[in-house]
């Protein structure tokens, strides 16, 4: 069985930065595109980064575009997700995904899911 860890969310100040790990078991990381996701209260999941199983191709969401950097580490079996300046309104529960499309917009169609992780940003 697969499973999807997410963490280093945490309450930062506007303008902070943090850095999101996800870790899986029960499979090889290697083998599976990841991706990051959020859902801020009232809203709609948002596909925040992708990127594809060698690391060498990557997406983002356009709100994020320049803030947010997505890397792994498949020795490690770990996927990053380097946020900086954040804005109040990258408040969010971030979710890690596994097995899904890298391409541009990053479609929720991934198989393995975390519970995810908080991210709360004061102004």
């Known amino acids: 069985q697969v499973q999807v860890v997410e963490s280093g969310g945490a309450l930062v100040q506007a303008g902070g930065s943090l850095r999101l790990s996800c870790t899986i078991s029960?499979?090889?990381?290697?083998?599976?595109?990841m991706a990051w996701f959020r859902q801020a209260p009232g809203k709609e999941r948002e596909g925040v980064s992708c990127i594809s199983r060698s690391g060498g191709r990557t997406f983002y969401a356009d709100s994020v575009k320049g803030r947010f950097t997505v890397s792994r580490e498949n020795a490690k079996k770990t996927l990053y997700l380097q946020i900086n300046t954040l804005k109040p309104e990258d408040t969010a529960m971030y979710y890690c995904?596994?097995?899904?499309?890298?391409?541009?917009?990053?479609?929720?169609?991934?198989?393995?899911w975390g519970q995810g992780t908080q991210v709360t940003v004061s102004s």
């Open positions: 995904a596994a097995d899904g499309p890298t391409v541009v917009g990053c479609p929720d169609e991934y198989v393995y």
């Open positions: 029960g499979a090889t990381f290697g083998d599976y595109a």
